[in-house]
């Protein structure tokens, strides 16, 4: 089965750089939503997406943006990076009438 | 507050035996999803099992059964039969209907390992 795909893996920036962070839901899902998982920490919820509007805000910061795109697509846009932001990002999708989120593999997000 | 409690830090298991992680969590919200995720030491958060809050039987998906006990708020995890494969961070989590909340509340994780 589909699964959700994200890219890259891996990223390496630098601080005040910025990066784009894409995720493909699976095929017919609808609700794109993006988490943040530290290291060592539990994952936090940052913004979700259905039918290409902000469904829902958690603690994004400032710093980065996302949008969903036609194809439903979505990019977390995030920019002057810190140090504190290296972590796991990860892009989950559903379908909006039902609770179960199904993840991808997660970026990993390293900044030097 | 913490909305999801999993009381269990780490946790060594024989091989074959059968594992129950904790989770309690708390929400005013009368429909709710309560949900389990493994995450191995490569990273990824692998989808477990789902209980809806007004399901009225037990969740079980192959080896794993959620134990639901709405009145106590209690959604603890059943592994039977333990495997070395099953050595991983599992998270409990919950998604309020309420206010239009979209995102997962995760528990800090338990993180299991098991013996041969």
């Known amino acids: 089965a589909a699964g959700v795909i994200q890219s890259p893996r891996h990223l390496i920036k630098e601080k005040r750089e910025t990066a784009t962070l894409k995720c493909y839901p699976i095929?017919?899902?609808?609700?794109v939503y993006w988490y943040q998982q530290g290291p060592g920490q539990d994952p936090q919820f940052l913004i979700s997406f259905y039918e290409k509007m902000q469904s829902d805000k958690g603690s994004i910061p400032d710093r980065f943006s996302a949008q969903q795109f036609s194809d439903y697509h979505s990019e977390l846009n995030m920019s002057s990076l810190e140090l504190g932001d290296s972590a796991l990002y990860f892009c989950a999708s559903s379908l909006k009438r039902r609770y179960e989120q199904y993840f991808g593999p997660g970026t990993r997000l390293t900044v030097t | 507050a913490q909305k999801i409690t999993q009381t269990q830090p780490g946790m060594f298991v024989q091989e074959k035996e059968a594992v129950t992680l904790d989770c309690t969590y708390d929400t005013s919200d009368q429909s709710y999803g309560l949900f389990w995720y493994k995450q191995p030491s490569s990273g990824e958060m692998i989808f477990l099992i789902y209980?809806?809050?007004?399901?009225?039987q037990n969740a079980t998906e192959g080896r794993y059964s959620l134990n639901f006990q709405k009145a106590r708020k209690s959604a603890n995890l059943v592994i039977s039969a333990s495997q070395l494969g099953d050595s991983a961070m599992y998270f409990c989590?919950?998604?309020?209907?309420?206010?239009?909340?979209?995102?997962?509340?995760f528990g800090k994780g338990t993180h299991l390992i098991i013996q041969p």
């Open positions: 209980q809806g809050s007004y399901d009225e």
């Open positions: 989590a919950m998604k309020e209907s309420g206010g239009g909340a979209d995102g997962l509340t």
């Open positions: 095929p017919r899902h609808d609700t």
